[in-house]
């Protein structure tokens, strides 16, 4: 198995369990189930009702984005060409882990919804403030509908029966034992979901003659990824960028952009097209705390290294990989050195913990982007944070998170990416931050 293989298996398992912690048991949504009940029931969501609902809501989209990308991202390692057997099956492993928690997280919410339509029109609407577009809950019930899309989902069901000794047997590389523990632990709802589709939505003589006419990689890698390739081509939204743009930071605009910055810097960055832009408040969606060559004694010296968490967790990333987005912002913290030294110190503490797929600050076991520099500096004078509750969750997005950091003495260094590819300082970066974020008034 080579590097790049071994090391997007490493990533899909650490998003495919965060995933799978991040699903509650139904005796955890009490509050949720017995507020559908109630609105059921007079005809419509109060509102702190409706604030719970969406909350719940947004955080399920958020967990389908990453793991509709770790199956298309496995999907495109598998391929073809020289690839042997003994690395593909790692990959199906990750993917076909990555589909069944989606599916069964799709099928809990919609079974739910497609019983009570207060719920139903309730997910449909188009909630800015959430994040959340016009009619989504339709279209995942459509797709969760599909006959070629159960069609799929049998012919990946069944490639894991038929190979799940060899899958098995991958339990013996340690990095993957929790991958192949979970899809053992999904087998039960594997079968009985195969069952559901043969029975409501497919003809299985057709189905089993495609079968016998087609290997079962083919039939599996061309038929299982070629239905989740359909899906991640919504994750970028249509018309905003043309197909295989580049984007903004281009290689030479990052290196004039790392030449201003200095360790302890956050930056806050975007895509353009991404579909998490629908479900996260405001323009600005992510952070990440920028390290210099202060990235520990686990990376090279004299290289430029980030301190950020995404869909496979908290990870020191190469700069190429962080900013490979296409508008940024950077903000320094106003601190002594001193003051640096140790924030830099509380934030890599928290290296290598899940993602949280629940975006609830009170915990520290898993981490998202902004609760990073949240935990990394909070407290040290004269930078203080005060969370906002969502859905009874506590949090910090990043639109709120700039809010608060310009306020207790963040200074803005730079943008760019916001008016064509070039960096902008001073008053013109002021300028067109402001003009980002809606923002009229002078002055950061």
């Known amino acids: 198995m080579n590097e790049e293989i071994r090391s997007a298996l490493a990533s899909a398992s650490a998003t495919v369990l965060a995933a799978a912690a991040a699903l509650p048991a139904r005796d955890g949504l009490a509050a949720e189930l017995a507020a559908v009940e109630a609105a059921a029931a007079r005809g419509y969501f109060l509102p702190d009702e409706d604030e719970w609902i969406?909350?719940?809501?947004?955080?399920?989209?958020?967990?389908?984005?990453?793991?509709?990308?770790?199956?298309?991202?496995?999907?495109?390692?598998a391929g073809g060409g020289g690839l042997q057997w003994g690395a593909r099956l790692p990959l199906f492993a990750a993917a076909f882990a990555a589909a069944c928690i989606l599916m069964r997280a799709t099928r809990f919410i919609v079974d739910l919804a497609s019983r009570q339509p207060v719920l139903w029109k309730k997910l449909d609407e188009a909630d800015m403030a959430a994040g959340i577009p016009r009619k989504s809950f339709t279209a995942i019930y459509k797709a969760l509908s599909s006959p070629r899309n159960q069609l799929r989902f049998i012919g990946a069901?069944?490639?894991?029966?038929?190979?799940?000794?060899?899958?098995?047997?991958?339990?013996?590389?340690?990095?993957?034992?929790?991958?192949?523990?979970?899809l053992e632990g999904e087998a039960a709802f594997i079968d009985q979901?195969?069952?559901?589709?043969?029975?409501?939505?497919?003809?299985?003589?057709?189905?089993?003659?495609?079968?016998?006419?087609?290997?079962?990689?083919?039939?599996?890698?061309?038929?299982?990824?070629?239905?989740s390739?359909?899906?991640i081509a919504d994750l970028h939204?249509?018309?905003?960028?043309?197909?295989?743009a580049a984007k903004r930071i281009h290689e030479s605009l990052r290196a004039g952009i790392l030449a201003m910055a200095r360790p302890g810097d956050v930056f806050v960055t975007r895509h353009d097209d991404a579909l998490s832009n629908w479900f996260l408040p405001g323009y600005w969606p992510h952070a990440a705390l920028f390290l210099g060559d202060h990235g520990g004694p686990q990376t090279p010296a004299a290289c430029d290294w980030f301190l950020e968490a995404k869909k496979?967790?908290?990870?020191?990333?190469?700069?190429?990989?962080?900013?490979?987005?296409?508008?940024?912002?950077v903000l320094r913290p106003p601190l002594t050195e001193d003051g640096l030294r140790k924030g830099l110190g509380r934030a890599l503490?928290?290296?290598?913990?899940?993602?949280?797929?629940?975006?609830?600050?009170?915990?520290?076991?898993?981490?998202?982007?902004?609760?990073?520099?949240?935990?990394?500096?909070?407290?040290?004078?004269?930078?203080?944070?005060?969370?906002?509750?969502?859905g009874g969750r506590l949090c910090l997005p990043a639109e709120e998170f700039?809010?608060?950091?310009?306020?207790?003495?963040?200074?803005?260094?730079?943008?760019?990416?916001?008016?064509?590819?070039?960096?902008?300082?001073?008053?013109?970066?002021?300028s067109a931050f402001r003009a980002s974020r809606g923002i009229a008034s002078s002055g950061c």
């Not at 069901?157 to 979970?182: C, Y």
């Not at 908290?314 to 190429?320: G, M, P, S």
């Not at 899940?354 to 909070?378: I, K, M, N, Q, S």
């Open 54 to 77: 969406k909350l719940r809501y947004s955080q399920y989209l958020t967990l389908r984005t990453s793991l509709l990308a770790t199956i298309e991202e496995a999907g495109s390692l």
């Open 157 to 182: 069901a069944d490639f894991f029966q038929h190979n799940r000794a060899g899958i098995s047997a991958l339990a013996a590389d340690p990095a993957l034992r929790p991958l192949v523990e979970l």
């Open 193 to 227: 979901r195969r069952r559901e589709a043969v029975k409501r939505r497919l003809s299985y003589r057709w189905f089993s003659f495609m079968r016998r006419h087609r290997s079962a990689w083919k039939q599996v890698m061309g038929g299982f990824f070629e239905v």
């Open 229 to 231: 390739g359909r899906a």
């Open 237 to 244: 939204q249509p018309g905003v960028k043309a197909p295989g």
């Open 312 to 329: 496979d967790g908290v990870k020191i990333r190469a700069a190429a990989e962080t900013l490979a987005v296409d508008a940024l912002i």
């Open 349 to 390: 503490s928290h290296c290598g913990k899940p993602y949280d797929f629940l975006f609830d600050f009170r915990t520290a076991d898993r981490l998202v982007c902004t609760e990073v520099v949240y935990r990394g500096y909070h407290g040290i004078d004269p930078i203080r944070f005060q969370l906002r509750e969502t």
């Open 402 to 430: 700039l809010d608060q950091a310009l306020a207790c003495g963040f200074q803005l260094v730079l943008t760019a990416g916001l008016e064509g590819d070039r960096m902008l300082t001073g008053p013109a970066a002021q």
